[in-house]
């Protein structure tokens, strides 16, 4: 239960955030938000606020908002249908019903001549009494009814694409932005609270390195020549030199000195490997001024990891192992729950940058893609034709729902091998 709990509240926070970031610099650029969503599917939960629904929905996969203009429009009316209008006072259509009129008494309902919902915003129709065209304005926020469900119409001024270019972009990159914030602070207060873990050692009771006469405190600078600024430099080196001669440079009490000693070795059942230990538990350093840096390389430690994955595609040794869909996050979720509420944290931190990374990456349907779209049209001078961008970013949406469908079973099957 605490490991569901956990990977709950971690996807929603994230997710939230991501969105959140979309829709802040949408709306602070003018442009109208129809939803704000947390998961795919079927609704579970909605209201509405400021011209926004927000809802949150069944599958845990992502989310999104729902910006106007981002795609063809639904409902399309013209010269000739029919249509129930619903006036305000002064005399300006603040509901269009499309179809069901008979559902709505109060509606009066007309033929359409002349119709503009989205630069001049009025519709107009003959007027049965006197035969003359009559045009009536149409109320900036009117709401389009179609099969009982309304939705706000959008004029021009309140599309997406009526934004300058640089707001756009920004209303596009704000989503993984506001994910690389999120990670970088819980990294802040974790480290700030908790602590984080320093090259200054405490060797191990008939350790190797406590033979070789390494003392509490000794900061190690140095594996085999390669510096080690932090303990994971350190911890990685020695990892890969199990049973083998190794020389450490350390610093105590100001004076650098140097000590070789065998490794030990420990086996690691998750990678299949024998890794090489000395015998040593970090001591830890806290407080806010500290943990500033330690924050910022890290979460440039959880970026760049990213791109290492990815570069082993080039050289022949990328696995579907080495990524991860919804089950294997929960796998991971479960492991740093078992940890303790540090880790939980701190995988909370990793799969923020994971989150805003990835959805960088120039692929149709993910932020990036957009992006790309949007640099296209920087360089062209005017945008790719709608038709054109849709069925770009549909396949794309097909083939990021195939990989994750992919992953999935590779997770699954993981579980009973």
Known sequence: MNTLLAFIAIFSVLVFVHEWGHLFFAKRAGILCYEFAIGMGPKLFAFERNDTIYTVRLLPIGGYVRMAGEEPEQTVIRPGYEVGLVFDDQQRVTEIIVNNKS????????????????HDLYIETIDED???LVRYP??????????????????WHRQFGSKSLGARAMAIFAGPLMNFILAYVILLGLFSIAGFSTNQIDPI?????????LQAGDLIVAVDGNATERWQDMQQAIGERPNQDVAITFE?????????LTTGSNYVSEIDEEIGVIGVAPLRESGFVAAVGESATTFVDFATSIFSTLGLILTGEFSLDYISGPVGIY????????????QVFFFAALLSVNLG????????????GRLMFLAY??????????????????????????????????DISKLFS
């Open 103 to 118: 559902k709505h008494p109060e509606a009066h309902v007309v033929q359409v001549e002349r119709i503009d919902l989205v």
């Open 130 to 132: 006197s035969g003359e």
């Open 138 to 155: 149409i109320h900036e926020k009117a709401m389009i009814v179609q099969d009982e469900v309304a939705q706000m119409n959008a004029p």
């Open 205 to 213: 009771e008939g350790s190797p390195a406590e033979q070789a006469g």
């Open 252 to 260: 105590r009490e100001g004076a650098q000195q140097e000590v070789t």
């Open 331 to 342: 796998n991971i979720t479960d492991s740093a729950v078992a940890a303790g509420t540090y």
């Open 357 to 368: 990374v990835i959805n960088l990456f120039p692929i149709p349907a993910l932020d990036g």
């Open 377 to 410: 049209e920087a360089i062209r001078g005017k945008p790719v034709s709608p038709e054109k961008e849709g069925a770009i970013q549909f396949i794309g949406f097909a083939l990021v729902m195939l990989l994750m469908i992919v992953v999935t079973w590779n």
